[in-house]
């Protein structure tokens, strides 16, 4: 279940990054309360799922999910650079992620 919040985490802190693009684009109070929900339910989350995993682990994993999915979602909604390079890197970040799991 831990594992679960964990990835849940990781997705709230993806939406919280966008919220803070839109937030930058327009200002709203929609988009900073979406903002501030996003991350609360993340840090929520994440404590939840260090009651029983690793401290490094979990911040590992909850960071390279928001970096990664971050960064794949600027490719796709923000039109920022889609490079070999760019990608090489999300996926090391990713079998990081994995190879922690494995070994958790």
Known sequence: MNWIALIFAGLFEMFGVLMINKWHKEKTGKALLLLIVGFAVSFFLLSYAM?????????????????????????????????????VFIALILVSAIGLKLIS
């Open 51 to 87: 009651e029983t995993l690793p401290m490094g682990t979990a911040y590992a994993i909850w960071t390279g999910i928001g970096t990664a999915g971050g960064t794949i979602l600027g490719m796709l909604y923000y039109g920022e650079s889609r490079s070999w390079q760019r990608l």
